[in-house]
Structures are given as structure tokens and as C-alpha cells.
């Protein structure tokens, strides 16, 4: 299993604009039923700090959806709108979880 969270800090005026571009992503996962991605996305109280904290079956399932057309155009547009802060990413382990991830 890969686990990969990723933060980052919008400009205020773009939150609303990126908020629909993820959702595009989750919608797009669910209607092609992909197997072994687990996408999330949370968008903290400040109303422009999101938190992407995704589980992937494999290193393959991670590369499926980053070759989304909707993933693509939100990168794309994350990228260009001038963030307030960077992406950080990590790739921390699962230790121990109540439901059963993928494996």
C-alpha cells in the first residue's frame, strides 16, 4: 500500500475554484469504479488549507489517477493559481486502522 498526504495553502479567492476541481477527481474514481484508491481530500477551518491524504493499493493505482484528465486539470490549475503555501508532501505508513484499507 502507498499512503500519500499532501498539503498546501491556497490564495482565498482560488479555495472555492479548487474545491471543484477535486471533487471533478472524486467523481471521476467513482464513476470509472477504479480499484484500490482510496481518494481524500479535506479543506481545514481556514477555508483555503487543503489536505489531500490518499490510499493506493500500489504504486500503479497512484499512477492511474494521476493520469486523470480531471487530476491533470486540477494540477494544472493548482500550479498556476499562486499559492500561498507549497505543497508538502509525505508518505507516511499505516500502522494500525479500524477499517480495512486495501491491503
Known sequence: MKIVWVQYTTQPE???R???NIAA????VRALA???IIY???LFPDGKTFLHLDHFESEEAHQILTSL???KK???ELHASGLEAEPKLVLPGL??????FLG
Not at 500502522?95 to 480495512?100: E, K, L, R
Open 74 to 76: 486540477f494540477d494544472a
Open 25 to 28: 477527481v472524486a467523481a471521476e
Open 18 to 20: 479548487n474545491s471543484e
Open 40 to 42: 481524500c481530500t479535506y
Open 69 to 71: 484528465a480531471s487530476f
Open 95 to 100: 500502522v494500525a486502522s479500524t477499517i480495512d
Open 34 to 36: 477504479l480499484p484500490g
Open 14 to 16: 482560488f479555495a472555492t
